[in-house]
């Protein structure tokens, strides 16, 4: 649902833009900002799901709170499609019904923030120790694997009329599919448990140990939720429940971790794939095609990832995913400039996207379950989720903006922003590098001890063996 519904609006934006922008007759920057907030107005809503998701979490528990992401997604998955519902004609609002779209996108939003927040959290207070990375990179598997498949349906549905077809139904008919996955995925939930760390915090100690039991055995478990009633107590021997408990660092690193993630570009690239392509010659039919092939490359390696992830550990999966996309962006931006045709493009964004999915899509959500104490996990993984879609909502504004510029079309041919990813990139594998520690063959609860108060811990040197 998380990539589904984040995707989904790739397929719709140029028939968004002729039904409730361009009838507005705006400037060209106010065409390009409009057009850019109504793709990304959904980021929106995630920074306000991640927020409350910590909240949310530690009040219902993390089954509770995805079962109410998952009512989200439902609701917005007709509202988005029939904006017009319950206000006036469908189809004869124009862009009156721009509003009304935008809250639906945003309430879809607001569930994609919660669940991208509490999936990877209850994938990672389940998991035995040595398979957690391998399990919670499937939570990203099962994001791009969204991606991949509505940018399926999306080439499926288009394929179904012609542009004016599109324009009138085909896009109503993409967001509508939403509901689909969403049913799924409520129906789903409602078979699996809460966390035992969830029920430990809520004094339920013999019903989160009932649930070990089942997933590492009874010995194993009492062990288990010995140290997770221990780890919950660390704090009132320092500072209370302050989210600073465990020193600064440790905040700082997972905020910048999913500030990078996104400022590296990758939504820019997922969101407006088919934009991208056009903007290199292709046609509409091409485009699709072109996208869906990028969706493959990032499926098939965060598959490498989820092989990997474990073994080579998340410190080097994180650097060597920098300088690939990094080398990538540079060349896209070239091949760009110099108004490149063919292969070169498609390939150059593929090595992005191979980079991204192998290292920075998977291993940051990796890092952000594992890296912060029990005592404050919900609250600074909120806070860190929050950071990431706040990011991602300055990048895909921005990416519209940017490339809808005529000043700087002539000079750089739609090129500048990926030059600016690349960047990026390049510095997120040197923030790895000196400020994030190595936490792979680690319980969470042994995590917790590589933190302490007060700035930078030895924690980032002390690094266990890659082999």
């Not at 009138?168 to 129906?187: D, I, K």
């Not at 490149?340 to 498609?346: E, I, K, Y």
């Not at 379950?369 to 860190?384: C, G, T």
């Amino acid at each position: 649902m998380f990539g589904y519904d984040t995707a989904v609006i790739s397929g719709a934006v140029s028939s968004i833009d002729a039904n409730f922008i361009d009838p507005q007759h705006l400037s060209e920057t106010a065409r390009s900002s409009l057009s850019g907030w109504t793709v990304s107005s959904a980021l929106f809503g995630c920074i306000i799901g991640a927020i409350v998701a910590g909240w949310v979490s530690n009040a219902i528990g993390r089954k509770g709170g995805m079962l109410v992401a998952g009512a989200l997604f439902l609701i917005s998955a007709g509202g988005s499609a029939y904006p017009e519902f319950g206000l006036g004609p469908i189809g004869g609002m124009g862009p009156k019904a721009l509003t009304p779209f935008i809250l639906y996108r945003i309430l879809c939003g607001v569930g994609v923030g919660i669940a991208s927040m509490l999936s990877p959290l209850y994938i990672a207070e389940i998991a035995p120790s040595k398979i957690r990375g391998r399990l919670v990179s499937f939570n990203q598997l099962s994001i791009v694997g969204g991606i991949l498949l509505v940018y399926f349906v999306n080439w499926a549905i288009a394929s179904q009329g012609d542009e004016t077809w599109i324009r009138t139904t085909g896009w109503r008919l993409m967001l509508a599919s939403e509901a689909v996955p969403a049913v799924l995925f409520l129906g789903l939930l409602l078979l699996v448990p809460d966390t035992p760390r969830w029920f430990v915090m809520k004094g339920r100690s013999d019903k989160g140990l009932a649930v070990l039991s089942r997933l590492v055995g009874e010995a194993e478990a009492r062990v288990t939720i010995k140290e997770i009633e221990a780890s919950l107590i660390v704090p009132a021997q320092s500072n209370g429940t302050s989210l600073f408990a465990f020193g600064s660092l440790v905040i700082v690193a997972g905020i910048m971790l999913s500030v990078f993630q996104q400022f590296v570009g990758i939504n820019a690239v997922l969101y407006y794939a088919p934009l991208m392509f056009k903007n290199l010659g292709a046609s509409t039919d091409s485009a699709l095609w072109q996208t869906v092939i990028v969706g493959l490359a990032n499926v098939v390696f965060t598959v490498v990832a989820i092989l990997t992830v474990d073994r080579l550990g998340r410190k080097p999966l994180l650097i060597i995913g920098g300088v690939v996309m990094g080398v990538a962006m540079v060349v896209l931006g070239f091949q760009f400039q110099a108004n490149a045709v063919g292969t070169g493009p498609l390939i150059a964004a593929v090595a992005y996207i191979a980079g991204f999915a192998l290292s920075w899509g998977p291993v940051t959500w990796v890092m952000l379950s594992e890296m912060f104490p029990n005592s404050i996990k919900a609250r600074a993984m909120a806070i860190a989720v929050a950071a990431q879609w706040i990011a991602n909502l300055f990048v895909s504004w921005s990416f519209k903006v940017l490339i809808g510029n005529s000043t700087l079309n002539a000079m750089f041919n739609h090129g500048l922003p990926y030059w600016i990813y690349g960047a990026m990139s390049f510095l997120a594998a040197l923030f790895v590098y000196v400020y994030v520690p190595e936490t792979k063959l680690r319980t969470l609860e042994e995590i917790q001890h590589l933190w302490s108060r007060g700035g930078r811990h030895a924690a980032v040197a002390k690094q266990p063996a890659v082999g």
